[in-house]
């Protein structure tokens, strides 16, 4: 009888064994799997990929040349990107147009026709001719993207045109005399011509612009006269922006502002700033592009006298710059080259 009670009780203990075995076996095979699946969430939902083209794949295609609002590009570049790519990366070589900056003869959009900010990075020249370079912008529609069965991401298609040929009024502009058009309120400029203040301009609380700029070969002279807005939420005085790149040979002088958060927001290949008597309380000037001069301003300012972004070949000569703030005159210069200071005078 005590041999058979000590069989039974040895064969229970291996039994016992077995099925912790078995479980602890199902727990780590389980606990792998649960680590798989948090894991394949985490890159899923991951909102920091890179969307890279070095060559036109499936979700994006190279045409050939094509003229938009009267800018012919030798080639563009069509991508489509779903909310999984943050950034997006497209190494471009130009071909016969080649620009002496490589970012004067690039233009992103989205597919309405939106501007897309871009920056360039990895240039290559050639006989002081951009050659080829990488292509680098946010994507809109970057987010977490969402797990659906069954269910299409959204997708945001970009443009990418370059290699700048003509405009349909590049033969015609030399020759044209522009006539004078007077301006008395606040107005947007669209065609190439001269713009003169025939008197001040005063606003309360305007967030702006007062004056938008969005055309090539634009002189804008205030004759001496002011633009000014009082109160709260007063925002840009005048903007020189493209809707289409590159505006060039845009000049703004002669002007008084006061009471501006930025008094002059400018974006062009090519122009002047000269003449001009700010008192803003934020930024004085800003300025992206490349082959402008800045001249004989006066601007004060109680936080950002002159910002120079994204700029080149850059002349910044015979201004005053000063200060009404504690912060001193402050002077921010970024990712910028060949950006020359000469006889200013600064204080405060």
């Not at 999984?84 to 992103?108: E, L, N």
């Not at 938008?212 to 004759?223: F, K, R």
Request: charged residues 15%; aromatic residues 10%.
């Amino acid at each position: 009888m005590v041999g058979v009670k000590s069989a039974k009780f040895s064969s229970t203990v291996k039994s016992n064994n077995t099925l912790e075995k078995r479980n602890i076996g199902l727990l780590i095979l389980f606990t792998s799997l649960f680590v798989a699946f948090v894991a394949f969430l985490y890159l899923f939902n991951s909102n920091s990929t890179t969307l890279n083209f070095s060559q036109p794949l499936a979700n994006a295609h190279l045409d050939g040349a094509v003229t938009v609002n009267g800018i012919s590009w030798e080639h563009h570049l069509v991508i489509s990107a779903d909310p999984s790519q943050q950034q997006i990366r497209a190494h471009i070589t130009f071909d016969k147009y080649k620009p002496s900056s490589c970012r004067d003869g690039i233009y992103v959009e989205t597919a309405d026709g939106q501007p897309v900010p871009f920056s360039t990075e990895n240039e290559l020249y050639e006989d002081g001719l951009c050659k080829e370079t990488d292509v680098v912008f946010k994507n809109s529609l970057s987010g977490p993207a969402k797990f659906e069965i069954q269910s299409e991401q959204p997708s945001q298609q970009y443009i990418i045109y370059y290699g700048l040929v003509s405009t349909e009024t590049t033969s015609t502009q030399q020759s044209i005399q522009f006539e004078t058009l007077g301006i008395t309120g606040c107005t947007n400029i669209t065609t190439s011509g001269v713009y003169t203040l025939d008197r001040d301009i005063q606003v309360s609380g305007y967030v702006g612009p007062c004056i938008n700029i969005n055309a090539s070969n634009v002189v804008l002279d205030g004759q001496g006269h002011n633009i000014s807005c009082s109160g709260l939420d007063c925002g840009t005085a005048i903007r020189v922006y493209p809707s289409m790149l590159p505006l060039s040979n845009v000049s703004i002088k002669n002007i008084n502002f006061n009471g501006w958060t930025t008094a002059i927001d400018f974006s062009a290949s090519s122009g002047e700033i000269s003449g001009n008597v700010i008192y803003g309380q934020g930024t004085g000037v800003s300025v992206r592009g490349n082959n402008i001069n800045i001249s004989s301003n006066n601007i004060s300012s109680n936080q950002i006298t002159l910002k120079l972004l994204s700029t080149s070949n850059v002349n910044v000569s015979a201004n005053s710059f000063t200060s009404y703030g504690d912060g001193g005159v402050n002077i921010f210069v970024n990712d910028s080259n060949n950006c020359f200071f000469e006889n200013n005078f600064v204080s405060g």
